[in-house]
């Protein structure tokens, strides 16, 4: 094994994927790879990282693509190679070369999984492949005109016999072909395999292993994660777009409304992708979740040990003031947080003082990796929010060292006799913390939505509805409500706001 080069690196990433070794350990995932992938000098890496993931306990079945080596054949007959709407139009030539290329690309997986040598990442593994006629098909048919002849579609998935495989600890090889009860055979697109599988065995997991990294924005940067109604409205947008992505990206979604919980698209060409996808936080991918992978959350007394984690380094440093465990479970009904993945990534806290109409808002917290995503700014919107629903009209912070985070977003220095009597009581003097109070102020959405519910209300509660313009700093009316301020919602700012 080469020498560790960043010790601290490689002992805090281990220790990270540790709930995923856990979470993964007895479940079902699907891995699709096409047959590019297969023709890579790299592949014998993928396979390695395949028998780790066999010898953690996650039980696995493969879907191998086959798409070059039948078009080598093709060539090499002088036979034509025809293809409409990005599918093959399988005549006999081309069945042949079909059977003959999954025959030829599972035996070198086979050979690839058996291999147990010194020195290598399998060394000492012993892994059983089994294969089959597990998959039936009935042919796609006559379309638009065109026959597709044994090009066909996946009809049935023998989810008994896979799950005896897999309880003999087998690793299930299944290649793009599929049997008839009449004993055609058809060929089938290694992605519509793969998704079919998943969704009939009910697996964990649908890994893609394809030639992109993934799916990009409009503005061309990596989409991390999909909700299944984002990938639907995805595809509803590029309903025009073909290529093998969206195919992907319309298998990952079948299979997930179809019970999966997770699919993953990711690139074959990152060494390690599949290692990298699954056991850290982030990924390196697109992943499309049928649960919530992420959201904001009241905090619970189970979420104690993961505040305290995010915090404890803050309060070192001073930043935050210190809590005690016994104080957080005793004040948890105060906290909101940003979970991802079930890791606490940030946090917030409200403490009102309803006498005087204000609120703290404390304990505002991001974790270092996700610092500059709008976390803090999204949580501060969230308890503001809260606050005004609570009456509440003005929230204050103490803070020492990020008094321009909150100078930014409209909070002026106030003095500490200001505060509500209670909390001057509980002012520490020797931590010199300033003081920073802002006036509750919905934010743009909820006053675009107050706006609009308010168009038909009389005058009088029509002014009532303008709202603070959320440009401080660019705004000459920002802050207490101003007479002749206008709410302009569809530009989201106030009538004398300029820009
Ligand atoms: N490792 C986790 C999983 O396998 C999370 C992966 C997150 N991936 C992403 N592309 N956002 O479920």
Same mark, same amino acid.
């Given at each position: 094994?080469?020498?560790?080069?960043?010790?601290?690196?490689?002992?805090?990433?281990?220790?990270?994927?540790?709930?995923?070794?856990?979470?993964?350990?007895?479940?079902?995932?699907?891995?699709?790879?096409?047959?590019?992938?297969?023709?890579?000098?790299?592949?014998?890496?993928?396979?390695?990282?395949?028998?780790?993931?066999?010898?953690?306990?996650?039980?696995?079945?493969?879907?191998?693509?086959?798409?070059?080596?039948?078009?080598?054949?093709?060539?090499?007959?002088?036979?034509?190679?025809?293809?409409?709407?990005?599918?093959?139009?399988?005549?006999?030539?081309?069945?042949?070369?079909?059977?003959?290329?999954?025959?030829?690309?599972?035996?070198?997986?086979?050979?690839?999984?058996?291999?147990?040598?010194?020195?290598?990442?399998?060394?000492?593994?012993? *892994?059983?492949?089994?294969?089959?006629?597990?998959?039936?098909?009935?042919?796609?048919?006559?379309?638009?005109?065109?026959?597709?002849?044994?090009?066909?579609?996946?009809?049935?998935?023998?989810?008994?016999?896979?799950?005896?495989?897999?309880?003999?600890?087998?690793?299930?090889?299944?290649?793009? *072909?599929?049997?008839?009860?009449?004993?055609?055979?058809?060929?089938?697109?290694?992605?519509?395999?793969?998704?079919?599988?998943?969704?009939?065995?009910?697996?964990?997991?649908?890994?893609?292993?394809?030639?992109?990294?993934?799916?990009?924005?409009?503005?061309?940067? @990596?989409?991390?994660?999909?909700?299944?109604?984002?990938?639907?409205?995805? @595809?509803?947008?590029?309903?025009?777009?073909? &290529?093998?992505?969206?195919?992907?990206?319309?298998?990952?979604?079948?299979?997930?409304?179809?019970?999966?919980?997770?699919?993953?698209?990711?690139?074959?060409?990152?060494?390690?992708?599949?290692?990298?996808?699954?056991?850290?936080?982030? &990924?390196?991918?697109?992943?499309?979740?049928?649960?919530?992978?992420?959201?904001?959350?009241?905090?619970?007394?189970?979420?104690?040990?993961?505040?305290?984690?995010?915090?404890?380094?803050?309060?070192?440093?001073? *930043?935050?003031?210190?809590?005690?465990?016994?104080?957080?479970?005793?004040?948890?009904?105060?906290?909101? @947080?940003?979970?991802?993945?079930?890791?606490?990534?940030?946090?917030?806290?409200?403490?009102?003082?309803?006498?005087?109409?204000?609120?703290?808002?404390?304990?505002?917290?991001?974790?270092?990796?996700?610092?500059?995503?709008?976390?803090?700014?999204?949580?501060?919107?969230?308890?503001?929010?809260?606050?005004?629903?609570?009456?509440?009209?003005?929230?204050?912070?103490?803070?020492?060292?990020?008094?321009?985070?909150?100078?930014?977003?409209?909070?002026?220095?106030?003095?500490?006799?200001?505060?509500?009597?209670?909390?001057?009581?509980?002012?520490?003097?020797?931590?010199?913390?300033?003081?920073?109070?802002?006036?509750?102020?919905?934010?743009?959405?909820?006053?675009?939505?107050?706006?609009?519910?308010?168009?038909?209300?009389?005058?009088?509660?029509?002014?009532?509805?303008?709202?603070?313009?959320?440009?401080? &700093?660019?705004?000459?009316?920002?802050?207490?409500?101003?007479?002749?301020?206008?709410?302009?919602?569809?530009?989201?700012?106030?009538?004398?706001?300029?820009?």
């Amino acid at each position: 094994m080469p020498e560790i080069q960043n010790p601290r690196q490689f002992v805090s990433w281990f220790r990270h994927s540790s709930p995923y070794i856990n979470a993964f350990r007895g479940r079902v995932f699907v891995i699709s790879f096409d047959g590019e992938a297969v023709m890579d000098e790299g592949f014998a890496d993928l396979i390695h990282d395949i028998a780790l993931l066999h010898s953690l306990g996650i039980r696995l079945i493969l879907v191998h693509g086959g798409r070059p080596q039948i078009e080598q054949r093709l060539r090499e007959r002088g036979a034509t190679i025809e293809y409409r709407n990005g599918l093959r139009i399988t005549d006999e030539a081309a069945i042949e070369c079909v059977k003959e290329a999954a025959g030829a690309v599972r035996v070198q997986i086979e050979a690839l999984l058996s291999m147990g040598l010194a020195n290598s990442p399998m060394a000492g593994a012993r *892994i059983r492949v089994a294969s089959g006629n597990l998959v039936t098909a009935r042919p796609l048919g006559i379309h638009d005109g065109v026959d597709y002849k044994h090009t066909g579609v996946v009809r049935k998935i023998d989810v008994q016999a896979i799950q005896q495989r897999l309880d003999d600890n087998a690793i299930v090889l299944l290649s793009p *072909i599929g049997y008839s009860p009449t004993g055609e055979v058809f060929n089938l697109s290694a992605a519509e395999v793969a998704s079919s599988t998943a969704a009939a065995v009910k697996a964990e997991k649908l890994v893609s292993l394809v030639e992109a990294p993934g799916l990009r924005d409009s503005r061309k940067r @990596l989409i991390r994660q999909l909700t299944i109604a984002e990938a639907e409205s995805l @595809l509803a947008r590029k309903r025009k777009a073909s &290529g093998d992505l969206y195919t992907h990206l319309q298998h990952a979604l079948n299979a997930c409304r179809r019970g999966v919980r997770r699919a993953h698209i990711i690139s074959r060409r990152t060494g390690g992708a599949v290692l990298l996808e699954l056991f850290s936080r982030d &990924g390196i991918g697109t992943m499309v979740t049928s649960d919530t992978y992420e959201g904001r959350q009241q905090a619970t007394i189970d979420d104690v040990g993961g505040i305290l984690a995010l915090i404890e380094p803050l309060e070192n440093k001073g *930043i935050l003031v210190k809590r005690s465990r016994e104080l957080l479970e005793a004040e948890i009904d105060h906290f909101t @947080l940003v979970k991802r993945d079930g890791a606490v990534i940030a946090c917030a806290a409200l403490y009102p003082f309803p006498q005087e109409r204000a609120a703290e808002l404390a304990c505002l917290a991001v974790d270092p990796d996700y610092w500059g995503s709008g976390y803090a700014q999204s949580l501060l919107e969230h308890v503001e929010r809260k606050a005004l629903q609570q009456g509440i009209h003005r929230l204050f912070v103490l803070t020492t060292q990020t008094l321009h985070w909150f100078q930014e977003r409209g909070f002026r220095v106030t003095e500490a006799r200001q505060l509500p009597v209670k909390r001057q009581v509980l002012y520490n003097y020797q931590r010199k913390s300033k003081v920073w109070s802002n006036r509750c102020r919905p934010s743009p959405m909820s006053v675009a939505t107050t706006q609009n519910a308010l168009l038909t209300a009389p005058p009088s509660t029509r002014r009532a509805a303008t709202g603070s313009c959320p440009r401080p &700093g660019v705004c000459p009316l920002t802050g207490p409500a101003h007479p002749r301020r206008r709410w302009r919602s569809q530009l989201r700012r106030c009538c004398r706001c300029p820009g």
